[in-house]
Nanobody, 116 residues
Framework: QAQFVESGGGLVQPGGSLRLSCVAS????????WGWYRQVPGKERELVAK???????TYLGSAQGRFTISRDNAKNTVYLQMNNLQPDDTGVYFC??????????WGQGTQVTVSS
């Protein structure tokens, strides 16, 4: 099992930056592939970026070139640095595994709002 605590969201103007953090309470943190997901009302939760156990990142869609995912195995923490934020980045951001089809129970997420 795993539990997640996401933080770092907030209200930011277009072009601004935020750094999200996710602390994962699990004994398998070091060997897992972790992902950041975004959910907006009325849409499916979508994967934004993922990072494997070797810290190799993968970015989806508009995250490429603007977001940076990283991990600190000593702290069981996954980060998402988001730069040049745009209104379409607005949503609730969650972390969870990003390999295979199964997921741990979702945390509360952290709200990101990009608006002028």
């Amino acid at each position: 099992q795993a539990q997640f605590v996401e933080s770092g969201g907030g209200l930011v103007q277009p072009g601004g930056s935020l750094r999200l953090s996710c602390v994962a309470s699990t004994s398998v943190f070091n060997i897992a592939t972790w992902g950041w997901y975004r959910q907006v009302p009325g849409k499916e939760r979508e994967l934004v970026a993922k990072i494997n156990h070797n810290s190799a990142p993968t970015y989806l869609g508009s995250a490429q070139g603007r977001f940076t995912i990283s991990r600190d195995n000593a702290k069981n923490t996954v980060y998402l640095q988001m730069n040049n934020l745009q209104p379409d980045d607005t949503g609730v951001y969650f972390c969870n595994t990003a390999r295979g089809d199964s997921r741990y129970p979702w945390g509360q997420g952290t709200q990101v709002t990009v608006s002028s």
